[in-house]
């Protein structure tokens, strides 16, 4: 099992940081990420859909119902589309900081400090 619970925590704690960066200048209406929004929920939400709509697929095929295997798909890819749209609103908001003027460049050779146990590299 995925475990995307960090999601809203991020969430919370990137809208702080990009407010404290942005200053007056940013407006939750550009905003995908909000306070009183569950990146997790959505997503969670889309999966459970996802799977019920998988299983409607399946049951239709079974049963030879090329209508509900299509009603099926369709369902499938909506709720995948929801998945998929939440992580890119939430790139596009990422997206936001890196557009924000910053005096110092980012170091091409940059790595995160080991004290950090970050397993990728």
């Given at each position: 099992m ?16 990009l ?5 007056n ?60 749209g939440a ?10 900081y890196?557009?924000?003027p ?6 091409e050779?940059?790595k ?8 990728i590299?």
């Amino acid at each position: 099992m995925i475990n995307i619970d960090s999601l809203d925590e991020f969430s919370r704690e990137y809208l702080v940081f990009l407010k404290k960066q942005e200053g007056n200048e940013l407006r939750d209406e550009n905003l995908y990420l909000a306070d009183d929004y569950s990146l997790v929920d959505s997503i969670q939400r889309d999966v459970k859909n996802i799977n019920l709509s998988v299983e409607l697929f399946i049951k239709a095929k079974n049963s030879n119902d090329e209508l509900a295997m299509r009603a099926a798909l369709l369902h499938i890819r909506s709720f995948m589309m929801g998945v998929s749209g939440a992580f890119y609103q939430a790139v596009e908001d990422i997206d936001i900081y890196f557009k924000i003027p910053n005096e110092k460049p980012f170091p091409e050779d940059y790595k995160v400090p080991e004290h950090y146990n970050y397993p990728i590299k």
